[in-house]
């Protein structure tokens, strides 16, 4: 920068050194994870495949997740729907999807009445800050959604 | 045989929630992580976990490479009756344990 002929001519030269170099950081992403990802898409796709095209409607589930998450290779999840959990008014399935691991599955639970609450606990690992989304099967054939946003600073390693 | 941690309470009142922790011990490799050699390591995951109450499925799981290694779950069952409890994973490679524990139901 020191040869620069003017100083506006060296604050262009280094912005256009960094624009490529933004420009280029996607490609190399791309090309270092080098495998199909989930995509928003795909989580979409799956999620229609588990509800049948039927449309979740939000409330009465709940997921807990961190919302800042220090560790993406052991992240506590846990789902909880509001359900009396008789043989009349139960959840049948629980699935959690994520759009950004390399698969949109993460875990499908299949409870009964006899289950007592529809509540399930485990951990999971995490791949970027994505959004997590929990979809219930109600007994009637209804289903629930919930989402949670999460943040994570060290990614569950696919590189390594 | 894989470690397994189970955590059922020893007695149960008639129609009381108990909830259940197992845990097993299993790398749950996902099939997308390169080894030493650089070439990609083979998918070994345990895909279905089911608890059996006396026989009958009370709770299973089907689980996927985004689940954490040793995969931990946590459930809960209606105690109805003095009963035992089976813990079945099965996995990838013909993976496959059993575990039981007994529940004590008081009237």
Redesign the interface.
């Known amino acids: 920068m020191n040869l620069s002929p003017s100083p506006a001519a060296g604050t262009r030269r280094a912005f256009l050194t960094r624009a490529a170099g933004f420009a280029a950081a996607p490609l190399l992403l791309t090309a270092w994870s080098g ?1 199909a990802a989930a995509t928003p898409e795909a989580m979409a796709a799956a999620i229609r495949l588990f509800t049948g095209g039927a449309a979740p409607r939000p409330g009465g589930i709940r997921l807990d997740l961190p919302p800042l998450v220090e560790n993406g ?3 506590p999840l846990t789902v909880s729907v509001e359900s009396a959990m008789s043989a009349t008014d139960f959840v049948r399935r629980i699935a959690v999807f ?1 759009e950004k ?3 949109p ?8 009445p ?4 529809a ?8 791949a970027d800050s994505q959004v997590v989304v929990a979809i219930a099967e109600l007994g009637d054939g209804t289903f629930r959604t919930a989402r949670a946003d999460v943040i994570v600073t060290l990614a569950a ?4 | 045989m894989a470690r397994t941690l189970i955590n059922v309470p020893k007695t149960a009142k008639a129609g009381e ?2 909830e259940i922790k197992v845990l097993i011990a299993h790398p749950m490799e ?1 099939g ?3 080894g030493p050699n650089g070439q990609i390591l083979p998918r070994d995951i345990v895909t279905r976990f089911a608890c059996r ?1 006396d026989g ?14 040793n ?8 105690a ?1 009756r003095t009963g035992t409890l089976t813990f079945t994973w099965e996995g990838d490679n013909g993976f496959s344990q059993t575990e039981t524990a007994n529940l004590v139901v008081e009237a």
Do not use: K
């Open positions: 495998r290779n052991s992240v994520n691991n390399p698969q599955h993460v875990a499908v639970f299949h409870l009964t006899r289950s007592g609450r509540q399930v606990t485990t951990r999971i690992r995490l390693c696919i590189e390594s | 929630v108990v996902t997308f992580r390169p109450y009958e499925e009370v709770f299973a799981a089907d689980l996927s490479p985004a689940l954490a290694a995969p931990f779950l946590t459930f809960t069952t209606v109805t």
